[in-house]
């Protein structure tokens, strides 16, 4: 696939990843997460607690509870359930990952990482990059292509 029609699938499955991301729970932030492989969405997550549990994901104070999970993980996990893998897939997700979501994007093969959000912690992102994955930051806000 040329560069340019990478740049528009990239770019148009980061905003479908935001609106996914609007059936988040949570109040503080909502993230959405899409994996794609051979041209087709294999699972999606968006951040929020585990299954069975209330749909909030502050305390009292607004600080996330610590089982929230994150968009990537829930689309990960979510994929252990399903005929799927994620093996060479691209998981594009609204925010860059933290670390642990980093460390599950390894261990499920993934090989590319669209985002479109930098987080003010870049530990994710280095743990990508050093284990050679292939990561691009994309803010569809400021892309002109797009519109064509």
């Known amino acids: 696939m040329n560069n340019e029609k990478q740049h528009k699938f ?16 949570c109040q503080r932030r909502q993230v959405g997460a ?23 994901c502050e305390d009292e104070n607004n600080v996330t509870k610590p089982y929230v999970l994150h968009a990537e993980a829930n689309a990960i996990t979510k994929l252990a359930r399903s005929n799927n893998n994620s093996d060479g897939a691209t998981i594009y997700i609204t ?18 990482v669209v985002y479109g959000e930098q987080y003010r912690l870049t530990d994710g992102v280095d743990l990508l990059k050093r284990a050679g994955i292939e990561t691009i930051y994309l803010n569809p806000d400021e892309d002109e292509r797009e519109e064509e």
Do not use: H
Request: net charge positive; hydrophobic share 40%.
């Open 10 to 25: 990239d770019m148009r499955y980061l905003k479908m990843a935001r609106i996914w991301a609007q059936n988040s729970y």
């Open 95 to 112: 925010a860059s990952p933290c670390i642990e979501c980093a460390k599950l994007i390894i261990q499920a093969g993934i090989k590319r």
């Open 34 to 56: 899409l994996v794609v492989k051979n041209g087709m969405i294999i699972s999606d997550g968006y951040n929020g607690t585990p299954s069975g549990f209330e749909n909030i």
